[in-house]
């Protein structure tokens, strides 16, 4: 059985950082790319970052360039998201995914109905 915990969020003030973590179990951890989404009341799933299976490449959404990082920790099953610079934008509910290898193309590892499995989320509240 899949399963991917997540643990971090949190409220915080603007400018602030935060980490969130997805910890995978049930899979060949390094063979998945692992996304992160975030939703809003009202909108869907929005595309935030992705790094490829087997370390691959890194995917990010305008809006986070330079301020979020994805990483991976194989031997640990583990993705992790670093936030810096946090605004009220950024504010949602956010959700990590695993996608089983497949294109590596950015509208393929963007697209939420290409990813299998999903995390329970995690709020994040950024504070004006």
């Known amino acids: 059985q899949v399963q991917l915990v997540q643990s971090g969020g949190g409220v915080v003030q603007t400018g602030a950082s935060l980490t969130l973590s997805c910890a995978a179990s049930?899979?060949?951890?390094?063979?998945?790319?692992l996304g992160w989404f975030r939703q809003t009341p009202g909108k869907g799933r929005e595309f935030v970052a992705a790094?490829?299976?087997?370390?691959?490449?890194?995917y990010y959404t305008d809006t986070v360039k330079g301020r979020f990082t994805v990483s991976r920790d194989d031997a640990k099953n583990t993705a992790i998201l670093q936030m810096a610079r946090l605004t009220p934008e950024d504010t949602a509910l956010y959700i990590c995914?695993?996608?089983?290898?497949?294109?590596?193309?950015?509208?393929?590892?963007?697209?939420?109905?290409?990813?299998?499995?999903w995390g329970q989320g995690t709020q994040v509240t950024v504070r004006s």
């Open positions: 049930g899979l060949t951890f390094s063979t998945y790319t």
């Open positions: 995914a695993a996608r089983f290898r497949g294109s590596l193309a950015a509208p393929n590892v963007k697209s939420p109905s290409d990813y299998q499995y």
């Open positions: 790094i490829g299976w087997s370390s691959g490449p890194t």
